[in-house]
């Protein structure tokens, strides 16, 4: 038996590969489907199942274009309707590849056709449980993506059903491998680490510790930020299914000329540049979004950025197709090109961001507002006590308000965010902005006044 997490950090996304005696499964695949038609070929292997946990919101599904590339089956749970071919298996109903088989637990919650796949070894011993959004480490799925379909409330009691009569019932020494870590939209607060056991979760977990449903089903729907915009749009083409993602890349990754450009720009398109801030901030094109492939790109494209609009690339030189495959992933596909030549090539004159370090911050506080543009959770565990809380998820309707001739400061946990934050601001007429190199990571190490949860609390 083999088993290998292929796990992808800008969307804190784990995908699995198992194997037994030459035949494969592959589990809540990526968009793209080399690593694994890859992985398999090198271990001369044939894969014959693809497993779908769920609807997938935070990204599109690979198991179509997998499946049919391998002459695989696509199987998920109960109650999974789509419109293309899948083998929709029954609670408990049990696989086999080689000499290990999986057993499918119909465990509805985070959505109604929730499933997870329990993996016996060789002597038919539970060895691993594939979670999906079903249980994180450290956190469950939320409860709330159905878009009044259902209420959060229905779906947190069928939650606490399926955590009490699936999950903890299986022994402690089961690995639990989820489909998220840390940073992913899909929990409240997912910890850091990408597997776990039964035994450990049921002892951490808050979800898993005994409690009457009614207060389960409170904890669970209470503190959840909404969802991201792209959320509701990803599930339905995993659910109505999708053009080949090989198309997509061909189809997107044209090089424009600057008058082509200059069309579309004029159409209300978006221009969304995606190389580094300290490349961004030296020259770019007035009107662009800074999203830096460096960092969780598709979860902030799709946080900020409308799904139906065109969108315009700008690109550091040699990662066009690589922007594009990372918008295709979380179901971005209306990409008309990218700028030939990228920023250096513009005709008109480039706009600029000014940067300070956080020492020269402590000089300029006096006569500027400062801006901190991390999540909730990381503002109220500790922040500077001058700034004022300006979450970036929420931009721009968050900016209504502030006075835009006004000097901002503007800052995240390490320069990330925060040059997205300004290019947004300037899109919406903010003329006096400064980025702080860093973030809130360099001024912590400076003796500005900060506010923690302790002193507050």
């Not at 489907?33 to 779908?52: G, Q």
């Not at 038919?124 to 409860?143: E, Y």
């Amino acid at each position: 038996m083999y088993i290998q997490q292929l796990y992808t950090n800008c969307l804190a996304e784990a995908a699995y590969y198992i194997e037994s005696e030459g035949e494969a499964v592959v589990i809540d695949p990526l968009r793209e489907t080399e690593p694994y038609i890859n992985l398999a070929s090198d271990r001369k292997a044939k894969i014959k199942y693809v497993f779908e946990t769920h609807f997938h919101a935070d990204f599109v599904s690979g198991h179509i274009d997998l499946a049919k590339k391998v002459d695989a089956q696509i199987v998920y749970g109960p109650n999974a309707n789509t419109n293309y071919s899948v083998y929709n298996a029954k609670d408990g109903e049990v696989f086999k590849i080689g000499k290990v088989t999986f057993k499918v637990l119909h465990t509805p919650g985070h959505t109604p056709e929730s499933s997870c796949y329990l993996l016996m070894d060789e002597s038919g011993k539970p060895h691993a449980v594939f979670t999906g959004d079903t249980l994180f480490v450290g956190d469950v799925g939320r409860p709330d993506l159905l878009d009044g379909i259902m209420t959060k409330e229905e779906l947190a009691e069928m939650m606490y059903e399926s955590l009490n009569k699936k999950i903890k019932t299986l022994p402690d020494e089961v690995i639990v491998y989820p489909a998220h870590g840390a940073g992913s939209a899909c929990g409240k607060n997912i910890g850091k680490e990408t597997f776990s056991t039964v035994g450990e979760q049921k002892k951490f977990n808050y979800a898993l510790q005994d409690m009457a449903k009614d207060e389960f089903i409170k904890k669970l729907t209470e503190g959840i930020m909404p969802p991201p915009q792209y959320f509701f749009e990803d599930a339905r083409i995993n659910k109505m299914g999708y053009t080949s993602i090989d198309e997509v890349i061909s189809n997107n990754s044209k090089a424009l000329s600057i008058q082509e450009f200059k069309t579309v720009l004029s159409k209300d398109a978006i221009i969304l540049d995606t190389r580094v801030a300290d490349n961004f901030e030296k020259g770019f094109i007035p009107g662009s979004v800074n999203i830096g492939l460096n960092g969780q790109f598709a979860v902030w494209v799709g946080t900020l950025i409308d799904i139906k609009k065109p969108l315009l690339l700008v690109t550091e030189e040699g990662k066009e197709e690589e922007t594009v495959l990372r918008l295709a992933r979380v179901g971005y596909e209306n990409v008309v090109g990218y700028l030939k030549g990228g920023a250096n090539a513009w005709d008109g004159k480039l706009d600029t961001v000014r940067s300070i370090t956080a020492e020269q911050m402590k000089i300029e506080m006096t006569n500027a507002e400062i801006l901190d543009v991390r999540k909730p959770g990381e503002w109220s565990t500790c922040h500077l006590k001058e700034a004022s809380f300006l979450p970036l998820g929420d931009f721009p309707k968050n900016l209504d308000g502030l006075d835009k001739e006004a000097n901002y400061v503007i800052h995240c946990a390490g320069g990330y965010r925060s040059m997205t934050a300004v290019s947004i601001m300037k899109n919406h007429g903010f003329k006096n902005l400064t980025n702080v190199y860093g973030g809130f990571g360099a001024i912590s190490k400076t003796d500005c006044a900060v506010v923690t949860e302790e002193v507050t609390a």
